[in-house]
Nanobody
Framework: QVQLVESGGRLVQAGGSLRLSCAAS????????MAWSRQTPGQEREFVAA????????YYADSVKGRFTISRDNAKNTVYLQMNSLKPEDTAEYYC?????????????????????WGQGTQVSVSS
């Protein structure tokens, strides 16, 4: 059974930093593209960052470039999202997602149906 479990979300003041973690189990973690997306009620999901299995290719939404950094530790089956210089508009539920299957070198996609597995989310709230 595949599980993605996010942690690290909390209330933080604008300008502050947070690091989100997503621990994966039940899958060959290193074969998967890992992504972070966020969503607020009534808004479309936004993919904010993604990383390939080697870590050699990354994606960042324009809204977070220069402030967020995605990284992964395949030995720990964990992907991270370091968020700096947080803004109130970063307030959202953040979700971790995995894309791919063993034997396939997955590429980064920015469409939710392309992802096989999702976590339950962790809430990030940024106060002004």
């Amino acid at each position: 059974q595949v599980q993605l479990v996010e942690s690290g979300g909390r209330l933080v003041q604008a300008g502050g930093s947070l690091r989100l973690s997503c621990a994966a189990s039940g899958l060959t973690f290193s074969a998967y593209v890992m992504a972070w997306s966020r969503q607020t009620p009534g808004q479309e999901r936004e993919f904010v960052a993604a990383v390939t299995w080697t870590g050699g290719d990354t994606y960042y939404a324009d809204s977070v470039k220069g402030r967020f950094t995605i990284s992964r530790d395949n030995a720990k089956n964990t992907v991270y999202l370091q968020m700096n210089s947080l803004k109130p508009e970063d307030t959202a539920e953040y979700y971790c997602a995995a894309r791919g299957r063993p034997g396939m070198l997955a590429t980064i996609k920015l469409s939710a149906p392309e992802y096989n597995y999702w976590g339950q989310g962790t809430q990030v709230s940024v106060s002004s």
